[in-house]
Structures are given as C-alpha cells and as structure tokens.
C-alpha cells in the first residue's frame, strides 16, 4: 500500500470550513497522530477518509477497505450487547446485518479481542465495562474489519493508563502489518509513540513532521497563548 497524499482538501459542516486547503502526508505501514486543539479539525478530517464527509480537492492513495473507530458510544447502555457482539459488528459490511457468523469469523472477532487483551471479558455486557475497556473494544471493532486504512477518534479517551497502552500496542501491531493507521489524539503518549504527526488549527495544517517537532510546536503555540492571556 502506498502513502495517502492529501491536496487542497477542504470539508464544510453546514456553512463553516472546517477543513481549509489541507494538505498532508499519511505513509502506510506506519502511525500517524492528528493533533490541535478541539475544533481544530481531526475528527473531521477522519470523516474524509472514511468516505462519510463530502469535500473538495483531492486525495490519492486512498484504500477500498477503511474502518472508522469513533469514540466511547453509548450504544451498549441502550442495548443488551456483550463485548463479542459489539466486535463482530464489524463484520456487518462482508456479512450483512442478519449475516450468520462462521467460525473463521468466530476466530476474527477472538483474535481482534485478543489484540487489545479483552478475550476474557468476551461475554461481558458492554455496559459493565470500565471506560477504557469499552474503548478496547471499540478498537476491536475495527481490528476486525482487517482493513488497510485504520481510523481513530480519541480511541484512549477515558481509558486508564493500563489500556492506553494495550490500544497504543495494538495499533503498533496493525502498522507493522502493513496498515495505515490515523489517531486524532490529546494524549502526549500516544503523539510520542506515533511515527508521523500532523498538527491542526482551525482546519488548516500547522505542521507535518516527526512527534518530537510536532509537540514541540504545539507546546509552543500553547505557549504564545498563555502569555497573550
């Protein structure tokens, strides 16, 4: 799979820009972290990728098979879910809403759970879960998808440390696969074990570059802003 180049993309929500002239570099095979301030842009330039959000400019490189990971829902408070259905709704889009699983299906949604080391809680109701281990599951849900682009809103939102780290490592595993994946993160962690950053403002690109210069320059802006008051 080759890099996903943006060019010029720009994405409204109702009359407001929120995403101007962006252009960027996502490399396959690696972690990129989208980082800014909340309306700076990432979650809406995730919705772009996945296909969800119309917009304009152009974007090359980009793969048939995209999972969307959206932040803690509250879907299983709502519904009698356990952690190994809500992983197996992944597999809708190849298996259809009323789609039976198959054991190699079976095994998919085991291995997804694995990955982010929830196996055990298999059975669990998604609502008894803690935050962060909702969230683990969430990432299953798109491990299972076993797609070559991998997006991802806040995915250790909530998450306790233990489970930033079970996600953080997942995500590793699905790099050195060959995936492409995107996180927009708050988490300084995450943004350090990242390979490739991309800082947003109010819908337009600050910077692109290695972590360490990214944070460097967000710290900065943050910076600047304090003291302007």
Known sequence: ?????????????????????????????????????????????????????????????????????????????????TAHATVAMGLWAERGLLGRLRAADRARVDAALDAVCMRELAGAGL???????????????????DASLVLLDEPTASADAASRDRIDAALRA?????A??????????????????????RGRVVVEGAPAVVAAAQARRAAEALALG
């Open 1 to 81: 799979m080759r890099t996903i180049e943006l060019h010029h993309v720009t994405a409204h929500r109702g009359a407001r820009p929120a995403l101007d002239d962006v252009g960027a570099s996502l490399p396959s095979g690696a972690i990129t972290a989208l980082v800014g301030d909340n309306g700076s842009g990432k979650s809406t330039l995730l919705e772009v990728l996945a296909g969800t959000l119309p917009h304009a400019g152009r974007i090359d490189g980009l793969p048939a098979r995209r999972a969307l990971v959206v932040q803690r829902t509250d879907l299983g408070d709502r519904l009698p879910l």
């Open 127 to 145: 609502s008894t879960l803690s935050g962060g281990q909702r969230q683990r599951v969430l990432v299953a849900q798109g491990i299972v998808q």
């Open 174 to 178: 699905l790099a050195l696969r060959g």
């Open 180 to 201: 492409t994946v995107v996180v927009a993160t708050h988490d300084r962690a995450s943004l350090a074990r990242a390979d490739h950053a991309v800082l947003l403002d």
